[in-house]
């Protein structure tokens, strides 16, 4: 389950990036309206007990231009609310991450098919 809300809390961060990646920074964080469908959806996946909480943070140029903490980082043996600066560990998501992320560009540049055994690319 740790796993599960480690992931859905980088997903989160990949989409804001996404979502902003096209566009310049905003000059206040209340302008960029595309924020707060970020904010429902973490808000969303607490009310769903899916995450206790969550920090979201969106740089532009090396600048914060949202950061914004919801729900709690401690639910045992008692709340505490989550604070922008909370540090998360991700342990070893990012091997997760990194591996699915180069494995799907290799699919789309056609080098290797999503749905062939792993044993076609490497022999036992």
């Not at 964080?29 to 595309?34: I, P, R, V, Y």
């Not at 959806?41 to 600048?63: C, F, N, R, T, Y």
């Not at 600066?85 to 342990?91: C, E, P, Q, V, Y």
């Amino acid at each position: 389950m740790l796993a599960f809300r480690t992931a859905i809390a980088v997903l989160t961060a990949l989409v804001a990036g996404s979502l902003l990646s096209a566009q310049s920074a905003p000059r206040k964080a209340s302008e960029n309206s595309k924020l707060s469908v970020l904010d429902n959806i973490i808000e969303k996946a607490i009310a769903d007990h899916q995450i206790p909480g969550a920090v979201l943070l969106v740089s532009h140029d090396g600048e914060a231009v949202y950061r914004k903490s919801f729900g709690n980082r401690s639910l045992e043996p008692h709340h505490e609310p989550m604070t922008p600066d909370t540090i998360f560990d991700i342990a070893s998501l990012t091997k997760v991450v990194a591996t699915t992320t180069a494995v799907m560009q290799l699919v789309q540049k056609g080098e290797v098919r999503d749905n062939d055994p792993v044993a076609k690319y490497i022999p036992e």
